[in-house]
């Protein structure tokens, strides 16, 4: 009979670390977007780290191409088309059965509630767009998080550190990046345009390089306490830049913080509603917060994800209802056969609406129908001012 002995992971191992604090590991919360080479590498130390919960976000699926630098996917992964996110949290967890890993298949941008950001002890940033980055930014600012970001191709990786008050990654594009930000250069595209040359987008020698830096710079954000001096020497407002055809490191002083970026401001202060969740409908969360706020007028604003009811095209001169969040759009379209035949020789107007009152005609709609997420926040405009308010009813 298997030795069925309750254990605490990592007794007798990181209890032998002067540095490290088992209890507040085990309590704490990362948030990893990106579910990729550097996800798999971040979820594999995070795990074996016994970090106590840990949510991963990724919208693509396994292909074949992920499999030679992603060490928690299979061969069957990749046939089957399974969701990144949802295989790595599957496979951190027989990894460590101690801890909790959700995933979440969707946009880190409009499908993740703000309030898993607000709740997190530090994010770390697995992707591969500018864009991506750029939205992931700002999240973490909303929600005064510090983040860890990370970066490969080829032989080399990056690796920088994100706080509010020090430095933010939009403060650092330049005008040519910024002009740039909405390409998305993902790890696939770059194999099939340089598959005629022979070369591949990254090494699993640099995914497990840069993925242990940045969980290593995440601990250090989870043990620090106010007040209290570290033995750490942090990357947070630096570069590390790792160069393995020459086996060199460095580290640049990399801070940008500008007084007027927009990026910087912060949603607070919060007010938790365990009346409000993702699933009430429209009207009846427009209600509670009438009720809540004591307001007489009162409007959501969807800043993240406009909501569409139809998009219509001019050649031929036709009208599709389509009735899902802008999030969904691009899927909606190449799903579907004939939208997506009309795409290629005509452009859609999408007829939407980024607010939300009394007047939205499809009130009984529930807010995640529309676009909203569950323990997201509002962005509440009323007759007495603006409130940010959340969904806590979705954490019962």
Known sequence: MADERKYEWGEGVYT?????????????????????????EVVKNLALFGVGHITVVDFDRIEVSNLTRSVLFREQDAFSHAYKAQVVAERAMEINPQIRVDAIVGNLFSEVGFGIYRRADVVIGC?????ARYQLNRLCMRAGKTWVDGSIENLTGVVRVYAPGVNCYEC??????????????????????????????????SASIIGAMQVQEALKVIHQESGEPTPFKSLTGKMLRYEGMNCTTKVYNFASWKSNCPAHRRWEPVRECPRLKASLTV??????????????????NMCNN??????????????????????????????????RQLSYRTLFHKHFYENLDYDFPYGDLTLQQVGIPPLDVLQVTTDRGQFFVELTGDLT
């Open 16 to 40: 032998l670390l002067s540095w490290f604090k088992q209890d507040r590991v085990k309590n704490a919360h990362v948030l990893v977007a990106g579910a990729g080479a550097l996800g798999n």
């Open 127 to 131: 992707l591969d767009s500018r864009l």
């Open 172 to 205: 650092g594009l330049s005008r040519e990046e910024f002009n740039h930000i909405m390409l998305r250069t993902g790890c696939a595209d770059v194999v099939r345009t340089q598959s005629s040359a022979g070369r591949v987008a990254t090494t699993p020698v």
């Open 283 to 300: 009207t009846r969360a427009l209600d509670v917060l009438r009720q809540e706020l004591g307001v007489k007028a009162v409007e959501i």
């Open 306 to 339: 406009k909501f569409i009811d139809f998009i219509a095209c001019d050649n031929p001169e036709r009208e599709f209802r389509v009735m899902i969040p802008e999030s969904r759009l691009d899927h909606h379209i190449s799903s579907d056969r004939e939208l």
